[in-house]
């Protein structure tokens, strides 16, 4: 199994522009969320999903759409890149068994300028 | 909502000494607390969790230590390693049917060879 996947693993933005950060999970987890690492920070939960159809908001969602169409995909839409985002973010799944580890992706650092 | 805060940023000790870190958090709903470990430049990785009817837990190294009523948590490293240098984060969870987790700010643990 990959686990849970991000692309890109870097990215540059221009201030106002828009782009999706990727990610998938094969292991057929129905819990998703999306957090920000801010630099010397801990982790912020943006949006999070507990099944295809599902999404709810987290902690600090302005400025960022997401969507969950399948099970194995949620995506994290930018619009209007702002500098307050740049930020490394972190796509988790987990199972929604009694522990319900989550399993973290390896990140995508995005910066705007 | 649920906060969490955790003390201290920063740790350094020599290595073979112990670490302790610590975490409070303010929902006495809250009913599991995992532990995070962060190399550099890596994604978090569950190390250690513990659940709010037990008041203590072992995995070799590290444990982690609850206090209910103080609404406190606490990971103890002992015998630390380079290999142990690491961001660590506390994190807090409510009850069932509650899959998202609170997390601490995080401690950058130094351990000097």
């Known amino acids: 199994n990959a686990g849970v996947t991000q692309t890109p693993k870097f990215r540059i933005l221009k201030i106002g522009q828009s782009m999706t950060l990727q990610c998938a999970q094969d292991?057929?987890?129905?819990?998703m969320y999306w957090y920000r690492q801010d630099p010397g920070m801990g982790l912020k939960l943006i949006y999070y999903?507990?099944?295809?159809?599902?999404?709810d908001k987290g902690e600090v969602p302005n400025g960022y759409n997401v969507s969950r169409s399948t099970t194995e995909d949620f995506p994290l839409r930018l619009e209007l890149a702002a500098p307050s985002q740049t930020s490394v973010y972190f796509c988790?799944?987990?199972?929604?068994?009694?522990?319900?580890?989550?399993?973290f992706g390896p990140g995508t650092r995005l910066t705007v300028t | 909502g649920e906060n969490v805060e955790q003390h201290p940023s920063t740790l350094s000790v020599q290595e073979g000494d112990s670490a302790v870190i610590k975490c409070t958090y303010s929902?006495?709903?809250?009913?599991?607390f995992p532990w995070y470990k962060q190399e550099l430049g890596k994604r978090p990785q569950l190390i250690i969790d513990?659940?709010?009817?037990?008041g203590e837990k072992k995995d070799q190294r590290i444990a982690v230590t609850l206090n209910k009523t103080a609404k406190h948590f606490s990971l103890h490293i002992t015998e630390t390693q380079p290999e142990d240098s690491a961001v660590y984060f506390c994190?807090?969870?409510?009850?069932?049917?509650?899959?998202?987790?609170?997390f601490g700010s995080g401690t950058r643990l130094l351990v000097r060879p």
């Open positions: 999903s507990v099944g295809a159809g599902i999404t």
């Open positions: 513990i659940r709010s009817n037990v």
């Open positions: 988790a799944s987990s199972g929604g068994d009694d522990r319900n580890e989550q399993y």
């Open positions: 994190a807090a969870r409510r009850g069932r049917g509650s899959y998202k987790l609170i």
């Open positions: 929902d006495s709903a809250s009913n599991y």
């Open positions: 292991m057929n987890h129905n819990y």
